[in-house]
């Protein structure tokens, strides 16, 4: 049954205080009043937070202050001297550029050329193709990274390796590598395994975005001869700007952490050419027993992460549509 | 936004003032306890942590039954890890002061820290090579463990490096078993001009070149100017020998491998089976491995294969009968709630009979004097435990012999150098900047 009866909001009489009645004392949020016992409830996971996370992070800053002997347990005090080391490591700036430039790539990677091939993907009429597509690129994020590894060793092997192999049998010979033996190939060699294992996933992400598109403006703009290529600059990319800021963010904060890629093809090897930040922290920790150093390099890796984190918060509390 | 640096602020100065209040430790290591033998109780337990996890877990997993079988009132707590994971979980054990009553140590500055720090029971009692236990054991095996006349570990496999050969190839080059190292560089030169790859060599996890340099290290520096360079206190680097051993490693590497350039990009154990297939006439190997690197059935074992040591330089002014190698070996921790028991259960492995077991099961010769037989070992490993029994000294691993910052110049720089990003000068300039750091 339909009603034709206007709607106001709030209704009328409801917050409007009938003539000649005195206004009445402004009442206290209930919130307020019911603070402490909503406190109790929430106590166990603000102590949850505070001890696994909180408290760490201090006391990280506070080791990477001091040096320590594991053995003894002794630590001493040394001020800012980790960071002076950090400062003067040439490994450290090495390991820092790799982390930038995997975060660069990524960007390529995982989110213009994913938004790219969305497009794309969702542009088909087929349904069913469609749904093949999908999942055929987002089938290596579902592989295990250990297993990714030992695949693209498979690959890279500089002898007998698939991707030699492939090289010569086009007749480029000249370019063949050993991919991850080289300095000035390794680190390419771990990112591009790294994109190709993100890429799907990503793909997928944009391709629920654009999803949310009402197909009624590409039917608009199609009847007003508008392409498939200029819709995708013109209506895709503008209605996906939220999900392609967050992907920005997030691949960026990735790329900082990464640590498992290099472990299982290179462990930051050859000639430190593919330590990246997560990497030299190990090697400093578990290898040198430098853990005021290692230390200093986790401070170095939150505060980054932590910014971006902070960005994160910020672009997405002004984007939200 | 506020709220949200407000919290962060407000957990943080909690935080801060929470890890005021814990202490820095400043206890200072004491002296390790000495073992006693006299009066092992039999009771509780004893936990073992190893680092022979997948394919050489069994040795252990049997000892552990058959000490409880032996020990009614004994229950053996057994954790074995890999390679990498051990050296992961005995840092956190460490640090948390939780370390197990029997832990595996290889053998240099690794076992050292435990030893300097009072993590290890002084074992001179029981094991010195005097004593009824340390009579039965190479006594290379037990110098391996020992410091300033102390010894505090229990050698459980007797490790060293060979050259192994392929005799049909070599026969096929004309070649005959190289004297020095430049007859292995023409031997090299005879193979390849046969289209015969001479040697199979992959670095791509760093220590296998590492263990070519612990060789040529011995041969050209002198070994007392090795035993103060080793130790960052006394060390200085500038013996001329450390150049040339890696000069020499960057020879080898050019004229007897077809990596070459490509070495880091290869696999090691890749690597060792193409030599157990005949692919190549070298390899060189642990004798712990020999029963990997030609397996039963392999083209190699068909063709026929035989060991030497890596040939040493002529004139060369270190130790020329030193031989690469450590054993492996097992630590007590000091701290142990029944030590006594814990050294009895290492007692126990390393009896002949087990000792024999080893060799057996997983075909580690051990370091017990004639536990190698014809039943469980091939000629070749048991010519390797003859061999070394004559070497001067066991020249420990480069790697764990010094401080892991020396050790991680040496790898890093020694693939620099293979790759051609790095010349021998850069890797002793980086070594010798490692070491003063260490001081």
């Not at chain 1, 080791?63 to 490994?91: K, M």
């Not at chain 2, 005097?130 to 300033?148: H, N, V």
Request: proline fraction near 5%; aromatic fraction near 10%; hydrophobic fraction near 40%.
């Amino acid at each position: 049954m339909s009603t034709t009866q206007q709607k106001t909001f709030p209704p009328p009489g409801l917050n409007t205080p009938a003539a000649g009645t005195a206004l009445p004392r402004r009442r206290k949020p209930a919130r307020k009043k019911n603070a402490w016992p909503g406190l109790i409830w929430v106590l166990p996971g603000l102590v949850t937070l505070f001890l696994f996370v909180y408290y760490p992070l201090v006391l990280n800053f506070r080791y990477s202050l001091e040096t320590s002997n594991i053995f003894t347990g002794q630590q001493r005090f040394v001020g800012l001297d980790n960071y002076a080391r950090l400062a003067a490591d040439p490994v450290f700036w090495k390991a820092l550029g790799n982390n930038c430039l995997y975060a660069g790539i990524s960007i390529v990677f995982q989110v213009f050329f994913a938004l790219v091939l969305a497009s794309l993907i969702e542009n088909l009429r087929n349904e069913r193709f469609r749904t093949i597509l999908r999942s055929i690129y987002f089938l290596p994020s579902a592989i295990s990274l250990t297993v990714t590894g030992l695949l693209f060793a498979f690959i890279y092997q500089p002898q007998g390796g698939l991707l030699n192999g492939l090289l010569n049998a086009v007749g480029l010979e000249s370019l063949q590598q050993a991919w991850l033996g080289n300095p000035d190939t390794a680190m390419l060699g771990v990112i591009m395994m790294s994109q190709w294992q993100g890429f799907g996933y990503c793909t997928l992400l944009f391709a629920v975005a654009i999803q949310r598109i009402p197909r009624e403006y590409y039917e608009a703009s199609a009847l007003d001869g508008i392409g498939p290529v200029r819709q995708i600059f013109s209506i895709t990319i503008p209605l996906v700007r939220e999900m392609t800021g967050l992907m920005m963010i997030v691949t960026i904060s990735g790329a900082f952490q990464v640590f498992n890629e290099v472990m299982v093809t290179t462990s930051g090897g050859p000639d430190n050419s593919t330590q990246v930040l997560g990497t030299w922290l190990y090697r400093s920790g578990f290898i040198k027993n430098d853990f005021g150093y290692a230390a200093a390099i986790a401070t170095v890796i939150f505060v980054i992460t932590l910014a971006l984190a902070l960005i994160q918060v910020r672009y997405t509390n002004k984007r939200r549509v | 936004m506020k709220a949200l640096f407000k919290a962060v602020a407000a957990a943080g100065i909690v935080a801060v003032a929470l890890t005021g209040c814990g202490s820095s430790g400043t206890a200072q290591p004491a002296a390790a306890p000495a073992a006693d033998l006299s009066n092992v109780k039999y009771e509780g337990s004893v936990s073992v942590i190893t680092r022979y996890a997948g394919g050489n877990a069994a040795f252990f997993e049997k000892m552990a039954k058959d000490y409880e079988a032996a020990h009614p009132g004994v229950k053996v707590n057994l954790q074995q890890e890999s390679d990498q994971g051990y050296k992961d979980k005995i840092k956190t054990l460490t640090a948390s002061q939780s370390v197990p009553d029997v832990y595996f140590s290889w053998a240099g500055n690794y076992a050292e820290q435990f030893y300097d720090n009072g993590l290890a029971l002084d074992l001179t009692n029981v094991i010195a090579p005097q004593t009824e236990w340390g009579s039965t054991m190479a006594p290379q095996a037990l110098e391996a463990f020992t410091k300033d006349g102390k010894t505090y570990g229990v050698p459980l496999g007797l490790d060293a490096k060979y050259m192994l050969y392929n005799k049909k190839l070599f026969s096929q080059a004309g070649v005959k078993v190289p004297t020095d190292l430049d007859g292995l560089l023409a031997a090299c030169t005879a193979l390849k001009s046969k289209n015969i790859t001479p040697m199979s060599f992959g670095n791509k996890d760093g220590w296998p070149a590492i263990h070519y340099i612990t060789q040529l290290n011995s041969y050209n520096v002198p070994a007392g100017t090795l035993n103060k360079d080793y130790k960052p206190a006394t060390a200085s680097f500038e013996d001329p020998g450390y150049k040339q051993s890696l000069d020499q490693f960057a020879q080898i590497v050019d004229r007897c491998t077809t990596t070459g350039k490509t070495a880091n990009g290869a696999d090691y154990y890749s690597e060792r089976d193409a030599f157990g297939q005949g692919k190549a006439a070298m390899f060189y190997v642990e004798n712990l491995e020999f029963a990997a690197a030609a397996p039963k059935g392999s083209k190699a074992e068909a063709d026929g294969y035989d060991l030497f040591r890596l040939p040493a330089p002529a004139q060369a002014k270190g130790d020329t009968k030193a031989l690469t190698g450590a054993p492996d070996g097992f630590l007590i921790n000091s701290k142990a709630k029944n030590p006594a028991l814990a050294v009895d259960f290492m007692k126990f492995v390393t009896s002949k009979q087990n000792a024999e077991v080893l060799a057996s099961t997983i075909g580690f010769p051990s370091p017990v004097t004639g536990s190698l037989n014809e039943q469980n070992s091939t000629p070749q490993l048991r010519a390797s435990i003859e061999d070394l029994r004559k070497a001067s000294r066991l020249s420990v691993w480069l790697d764990t012999v010094t401080v892991p910052g020396v050790a991680e110049a040496y790898l890093s720089g020694v693939e620099g150098m293979i790759s051609g990003t790095k010349t021998s000068e850069d890797v002793m300039t980086a070594v010798k900047a490692a070491s003063d750091q260490a001081k």
